[in-house]
């Protein structure tokens, strides 16, 4: 049961926003975390105002049964119309519930998604490189933008490292799931033996932070520019356009060298940058609130297994939620990537729920 106070709360903030945003004394700032916020009751309102209304139908409903005055075949249209009303307010009332559950602020972000070769050497790579071409697949099947900031590859096809930024709406409630360490096991094609390798990457999803969200001052800045040099010398620029850029009071350090030019390298770090420190002060945060935080599932933690692609076995477990799947190629593919997806929200929407009861 929903407290009618809360119901009517939401209700009055809309409206309130709604007055606010017609004002013109907002400034930039203040207006678009106003416009944000009021965008997100635009999709519960219309659930809130007829919620309230529910009561008085049902006691109007319980009027025409009762009345023995009515003919029979009204009644039995008053009942069907009652159980209807309770299956409607059963519905209303568990979408006002996951409205009202503890959001997470950056769910509607976009992300940066940073994926490292961990143990296991060159298989680690080639791993890593599968990862990526997992993603890609996931965002073009979902019509998001992929867009490459930093690689750094190894033998064979496989990458030491790729950092790319995905936009779309609400990508990070999606992505930031896949934040942790992956591990696959599976035999290489250089192993004779026919044994079964274990290697690992880990992911690290960021929200992508925009001014309104962190400001950085150029004082808190150290900016260092260095010619940028491939393998063995290869690849080596006779300009400086390789930048590193340190965040003074965190420590963040960010290098690029990817683009020739030394503007858009410094654009890709401070992009990286300010994401990484809003990800550490967010951290921070959630650790001073950790009692219910430990308990959430997308916690970002990327030391924290959370999944193994067996290949010998075709399957993939994710060990937060105790999932299998026996169909490790489709999931590869991105073709069910959503299905993991959605019992992992799934089940911390229900951990949510249970906390908030």
Not at 165 to 192: A, C, F, M, W
């Amino acid at each position: 049961m929903i407290p009618l106070e809360k119901v009517h709360e939401i209700i009055a903030k809309h409206d309130n926003l709604e007055k606010e945003l017609s004002s013109s004394k907002l400034d930039k700032r203040l207006f678009a975390e106003k416009s944000k916020e009021y965008s997100s009751l635009g999709g519960i309102i219309t659930f809130a105002k007829e919620y309230l209304n529910f009561d008085k139908e049902r006691k109007d409903l319980e009027l025409i049964i009762e009345d023995k005055k009515n003919d029979l075949e009204i009644i039995e249209m008053a009942k069907k119309d009652l159980n209807d009303l309770k299956i409607k307010k059963k519905d209303y009332e568990n979408k006002l519930k996951i409205f009202l559950l503890p959001k997470d602020e950056d769910d509607d972000k976009n992300a940066i998604v940073e994926i490292r070769a961990g143990t296991g050497g060159l298989e680690a790579s080639l791993f890593c490189a599968d990862l990526f071409k997992m993603y890609e697949k996931v965002c073009s099947n979902k019509k998001w933008k992929l867009e490459i900031i930093s690689i750094s590859k190894s033998e064979a096809g496989g990458f030491k490292e790729v950092i790319f930024s995905v936009s779309g709406n609400d990508i990070y409630s999606y992505l930031k799931y896949e934040s942790g360490v992956h591990r696959v096991q599976r035999i290489p094609e250089t192993e004779t033996q026919g044994r079964v390798h274990t290697s690992a990457a880990t992911v690290a999803v960021l929200p992508e932070a925009e001014d309104v969200d962190i400001q950085i001052k150029d004082s808190d800045l150290r900016i260092d520019v260095f010619r940028s040099g491939g393998p063995g010398g290869q690849s080596v620029n006779t300009t400086d356009s390789a930048v590193r850029i340190t965040h003074l009071p965190t420590g963040v350090v960010v290098s690029q060298q990817d683009e020739k030019s030394q503007h858009k390298n410094k654009a890709k770090a401070l992009k990286i940058l300010r994401s990484r420190v809003y990800e550490s002060e967010k951290r921070k945060k959630d650790q001073e609130r950790s009692s219910s935080r430990r308990n959430q599932i997308g916690t970002g933690d990327r030391s924290e297994r959370i999944r193994t692609y067996n290949f010998p076995q075709g399957r993939i477990t994710d060990h937060r939620i105790n999932l299998t799947l026996h169909k490790l190629d489709e999931f590869l593919s991105g073709e069910i990537h959503e299905e993991m997806n959605q019992e992992l929200r799934l089940q911390e929407q229900n951990i949510k729920l249970k906390n908030l009861n």
